[in-house]
T-cell receptor, first 115, second 115 residues
Framework: EPEVTQTPSHQVTQMGQEVILRCVPISNHLYFYWYRQILGQKVEFLVSFYNNEISEKSEIFDDQFSVERPDGSNFTLKIRSTKLEDSAMYFC?????????????FGDGTRLSIL | SQQGEEDPQALSIQEGENATMNCSYKTSINNLQWYRQNSGRGLVHLILIRSNEREKHSGRLRVTLDTSKKSSSLLITASRAADTASYFCATDARAGGTSYGKLTFGQGTILTVHP
């Protein structure tokens, strides 16, 4: 069964550094998402992306965050200048469509630790 | 309570027993989805129920939706030790009639099934 894959599985970064989290969504999916889960808290929506542009973003997704689909397979989340509070699990997800009640398929996540 | 709140927060049962988890939400929804998360792993989609559906089955899973009460339940019948995981409900809420797939997750129910 096709899977969403995320790399790296664990990223340790110094505060203030830039970090790029990578995802390969399922190949025939058109909608892509990033979520995060701070330890012990809920999974929170960050951003949805379709047709090479952001469809929706949450208040968490400020100017420090950006997303990109640099080629036909990868989907990336960049945090420009990391803060301690950015430490969390970051999940990428994809769906065939967003309009039409489609399930989202999640990767196993990247654990981001900011020192 | 916030959108997508589950109860109980933790549930401990013996193998073979049924497990019922409940979810309440506040806004109108397109659909409600249940996900499972094993420790340290990503979210696995279990079942999606649309706002115009009242009940849905998938194998040992049964989901109900009561839009008048803004609540849903997930029943796992004949539980197995392998069902031990966290279970989350997630709502896909209408935003002026258009959804871009933003899911709002609850805090989750930690299910432990003892062999």
């Amino acid at each position: 069964e096709p899977e969403v894959t995320q790399t790296p599985s664990h990223q340790v970064t110094q505060m203030g550094q830039e970090v790029i989290l990578r995802c390969v969504p399922i190949s025939n999916h058109l909608y892509f998402y990033w979520y995060r889960q701070i330890l012990g808290q809920k999974v929170e929506f960050l951003v949805s992306f379709y047709n090479n542009e952001i469809s929706e973003k949450s208040e968490i997704f400020d100017d420090q965050f950006s997303v990109e689909r640099p080629d036909g397979s990868n989907f990336t989340l960049k945090i420009r200048s990391t803060k301690l509070e950015d430490s969390a699990m970051y999940f990428c997800a994809s769906s065939e469509w967003a309009l039409g009640n489609q399930p989202q398929h999640f990767g196993d996540g990247t654990r981001l630790s900011i020192l | 309570s916030q959108q997508g709140e589950e109860d109980p927060q933790a549930l401990s049962i013996q193998e073979g027993e049924n497990a019922t988890m409940n979810c309440s939400y506040k806004t109108s929804i397109n659909n409600l989805q249940w996900y499972r998360q094993n420790s340290g792993r990503g979210l696995v989609h279990l079942i999606l129920i649309r706002s115009n559906e009242r009940e849905k089955h998938s194998g040992r899973l049964r989901v109900t939706l009561d839009t008048s009460k803004k609540s849903s339940s997930l029943l796992i019948t004949a539980s197995r030790a392998a069902d031990t995981a966290s279970y989350f409900c997630a709502t896909d809420a209408r935003a002026g009639g258009t959804s871009y797939g933003k899911l709002t997750f609850g805090q989750g129910t930690i299910l432990t099934v003892h062999p």
